[in-house]
C-alpha cells in the first residue's frame, strides 16, 4: 500500500470487514448454512444454501442437479417400451403413476384407447402408487418433527399396499406394467380381495395417523401457521396437488380435466381443499387423499369389467407425427409429458413437467422470514422426491 | 404366482362416452383463442386447436411478454411449464441405431433432413413453448416463440409467473436461450463450468458414442397379439 494517511487506511479496512460481511455496528454476523446434500429431510440428494441472520432464514436457495439424469436426453435416443422403463424412475415412491401420463400421450398420438378393464386396473393400481407414495409421506413427515412411530407405522402399513403392487405387476418399486393399449398382464387370481383386504388396513391407519399426528400439540405446534402459501402464490409457481390444494384451490385433474383412458368418471370421490395454506394443511389433505383413494380403489374393484386388458397395437411402436402433452394428478401433483412425434420408432423431443420441480422452487419465497427449526417443517410439508425435481 | 384369471369379476360393458361433448369443448378453445387474438392484435402469428383435446398459440417474439401478461389477465394462473424445443433433425439419426459410429467408421453421414416443426408451425429452429392453465375453465394454453437463429433470446416470464423462474434456467442451460430480464442467470443442474447445450440436437450422447447401441436384438412379443402375423411393418 502506498503512503496514506490513517483515514484512508480506516476507510480500507472499513471497506474490506463489510465485504467480509462483518458488521462492524455490533449487529449479528450473518452466517451461511449448507442444508445437504445429504440430509435425512431432503429424500434424496438437493441441497439448500440457507443464509441466516441468527435463527432467521434471510433466504434459501435449492440446488438441484445432484442427480440429473438426463431423461429428456436420453428419450430422444430409447423407443417408446424403453423410455416405459426409464421414467419409472422419476417418482420411485409412485412408480406406475409415472408410466400413466406417458403410456396416454403417446395413446392419444397413435389413436389407440386400452380396453375398459385396462382403464380400470390402470387407474387402480394409479391410486395404490399414491397410497404408497403419500403414506411414506405421512409418516417420514412425523418422523422428521421428531415423531418416530408414525414412521415405523407408516413403513408397516404401506408393506400391504406394495405386496398389492408386486403381485400384480412382479416389481414392488418400478412396476413397468402400462403398455401402449393396454397393460402387460392381467391380475392374479385373490387380489381383489386381497386388495380390498389392504385397502381396509390402510383405512385404519389413515385413522391411527389422524389420531396419533394430526392430533398431537407437538405436531400442531410446529406445523400451524408455519410456510404459510396464498392461492395466488401457489397458481404463479405452479404448484400443484396437495400443495395447491391445501391453499384453498379447487382443482383436480382427476376430477376436472380428466385425460382419456383412466376410469375416474366411474367412481365418486371427495376433492379435499384447506384454507390455511400451511404446512399443516398440506399434512391434512395428503391424509385425507389417501383415504380417498382407498376408497376410489375399493370401489373400482367392485366395477372391474370383463374382457381383454390389450388393444391390438402393432408389435413395434411407431408413433405419428404430431404433438400431445398429457397431464394426470400424480401422487406429488401434476405430472405431464409433452410428446413430439416424427413418426418414429423413437420420440423427437420429450418434455418431462414432473410436480416437485415446480412445488420445490417456490421455497425461496416461503423460507424467507421463516426459522431454522421451521426449514425442516415447510420442506417436508411442500413434500418432493428428488428424482422428480432432477429428472 | 397363480395362474391369470378373470374369474371374479364382472362382464359389463360400460356406456359409450358422448360424442357431442367434444365440439362444445371445441368451442370454448375457440372463444379463448378469439380473446387472445383480439388483445394481441397481430401479434398471433398461427393457432391450432384439437377438438376437445388442446389448444396452441404461436406468437411473435417481441409480444412474448405481452402474451402473458394479458393470459394472466385472462384467467390463465396457473403456470404449468415453459420448455424449448430443437428442431433440427439430429445429425446422428434418430433411429435405434447409432449411425454416428458409421460417420466415425468413415461412411457418408446421412442426409439431412429438413426442418418441419409441429402444431402451429414455424419458421425457425429454436422454438420457446409454455404451457398455462386456467384452473376455473380447466383448460390450458400452450404458447410458442420463434426464436431468431443468430440471437437466442426472448423476454422472462419470470415476474409475471413466478415459477417461469427455474424452467426458464433450466432452458438457459440445456439449450442457451437468452431470458432477458432474468433476475438469476445461473445454471440450474449443471456445473457451473459446463459446455455445451446438452438438449440441443447436434450435441451428442455421449455413452452413445462410447458403446453403441446393440440395436434390436430382442423384441418381446406384446401380449394380445398374434406371434409373426406381419403387424410389424
Known amino acids: ?341 416424427k413418426g418414429d420408432l423413437v420420440p423427437f423431443r420429450v418434455k418431462i413437467r414432473s410436480a416437485s420441480f415446480n412445488n420445490i422452487s417456490v421455497l425461496p419465497w416461503v423460507a424467507r422470514g421463516a426459522y431454522v427449526p421451521d426449514l425442516v417443517s415447510i420442506l417436508g410439508s411442500l413434500y418432493f422426491i428428488l428424482g422428480d425435481i432432477d429428472r | 404366482m397363480s395362474p391369470l384369471s378373470s374369474a371374479d369379476t364382472t362382464t359389463d360393458a360400460p356406456a359409450e362416452d358422448d360424442v357431442e361433448v367434444e365440439v362444445e369443448v371445441d368451442e370454448r378453445r375457440q372463444a379463448i383463442l378469439d380473446e387472445l387474438t383480439s388483445r394481441l392484435g397481430d401479434g398471433v402469428v398461427d393457432s391450432h386447436i384439437r377438438p376437445g383435446d388442446d389448444l396452441w398459440v404461436r406468437v411473435e417474439r417481441p409480444r412474448w411478454r405481452d402474451t402473458g401478461a394479458e393470459l394472466k389477465a385472462m384467467g390463465f394462473a396457473f403456470f404449468d411449464f415453459l420448455s424449448a424445443i430443437d428442431w433440427m433433425p439430429s445429425p446422428y439419426g434418430r433411429d435405434m441405431d447409432a449411425q454416428e459410429d458409421r460417420v466415425v467408421a468413415g461412411e457418408a453421414p446421412p442426409d439431412p433432413a429438413p426442418v418441419e416443426q409441429g402444431y402451429a408451425g414455424g419458421d425457425t429452429r429454436f422454438q420457446v413453448i409454455a404451457h398455462v392453465i386456467d384452473v376455473e375453465r380447466s383448460l390450458g394454453v400452450h404458447l410458442k416463440v420463434d426464436l431468431l437463429d443468430d440471437e437466442l433470446s426472448v423476454d422472462t416470464w419470470s415476474d409475471l409467473y413466478l415459477g417461469a423462474n427455474w424452467h426458464e434456467r433450466e432452458a438457459m442451460e440445456m439449450f442457451g436461450i437468452t431470458f432477458l430480464g432474468h433476475p438469476n442467470p445461473v445454471k440450474l443442474y449443471l456445473p457451473h463450468d459446463f459446455q455445451g447445450f446438452p438438449l440441443r440436437k447436434d450435441f451428442p450422447l455421449l455413452a452413445r458414442r462410447v458403446r453403441p447401441w446393440p440395436g434390436i436384438v430382442d423384441v418381446e412379443p406384446m401380449p394380445g397379439s398374434d406371434s409373426d402375423d406381419g403387424e410389424d411393418e
Not at chain 1, 179 to 201: F, V
Not at chain 1, 238 to 264: E, T
Open chain 1, 1 to 341: 500500500m502506498t503512503a496514506t494517511s490513517d483515514r484512508d487506511q480506516l476507510d480500507a479496512l472499513v471497506a474490506r470487514a463489510h465485504d467480509n460481511r462483518v458488521n462492524l455496528d455490533f449487529e449479528t454476523e450473518g452466517m451461511t448454512l449448507n442444508i445437504g446434500p445429504q440430509h435425512p429431510a431432503t429424500h434424496g440428494t438437493l441441497r439448500i444454501v440457507a443464509r441466516l441472520d441468527g435463527e432467521e432464514v434471510v433466504s434459501a436457495e435449492p440446488v438441484p442437479g445432484y442427480m440429473h439424469r438426463g431423461y429428456e436426453k436420453l428419450t430422444e435416443v430409447r423407443s417408446y417400451p424403453q423410455i416405459n422403463t426409464l421414467i419409472n424412475r422419476i417418482d420411485w415412491l409412485g412408480s406406475f403413476a409415472n408410466e400413466v401420463p406417458f403410456i396416454l400421450a403417446a395413446e392419444k398420438l397413435m389413436g389407440v384407447e386400452a380396453p375398459p378393464r385396462a382403464q380400470f386396473i390402470r387407474t387402480i393400481l394409479f391410486e395404490m402408487s399414491r397410497i404408497a407414495n403419500i403414506s411414506l409421506f405421512i409418516g417420514d413427515y412425523g418422523l422428521q418433527l421428531g415423531g418416530m412411530t408414525a414412521g415405523f407405522y407408516a413403513f408397516r402399513d404401506r408393506e400391504h399396499v406394495l405386496n398389492q403392487i408386486e403381485a400384480a405387476t412382479g416389481g414392488r418399486f418400478h412396476p413397468n406394467f402400462d403398455r401402449i393399449g393396454g397393460l402387460k398382464d392381467d391380475l392374479p387370481k385373490g387380489w381383489i380381495a386381497d386388495t380390498h383386504a389392504a385397502m381396509d388396513k390402510l383405512l385404519a391407519f389413515c385413522d391411527e395417523m389422524d389420531a396419533l399426528l394430526m392430533g398431537n400439540e407437538i405436531f400442531q405446534s410446529r406445523t400451524r401457521g408455519i410456510g404459510v402459501i396464498p392461492a395466488d402464490i401457489a397458481l404463479s409457481y405452479g404448484l400443484s396437488g396437495a400443495n395447491l390444494r391445501a391453499s384453498g384451490v379447487d382443482w383436480d385433474i382427476r376430477r376436472d380435466a380428466c385425460p382419456p383412458g383412466m376410469a375416474y368418471d366411474e367412481v365418486d370421490w371427495t376433492v379435499w381443499t384447506h384454507p390455511d395454506g400451511d404446512c399443516y394443511g398440506r399434512t391434512w389433505v395428503r391424509l385425507q387423499e389417501t383415504r380417498e383413494a382407498a376408497k376410489i380403489v375399493k370401489q373400482l374393484l367392485d366395477k372391474i369389467p370383463g374382457g381383454p386388458v390389450m388393444a391390438k397395437v402393432p408389435r413395434i411402436i411407431k408413433v405419428p407425427e404430431g404433438e400431445a402433452y398429457v397431464e394426470t394428478e400424480n401422487p406429488l401433483g401434476a405430472m405431464g409429458y409433452y410428446v413430439v412425434s
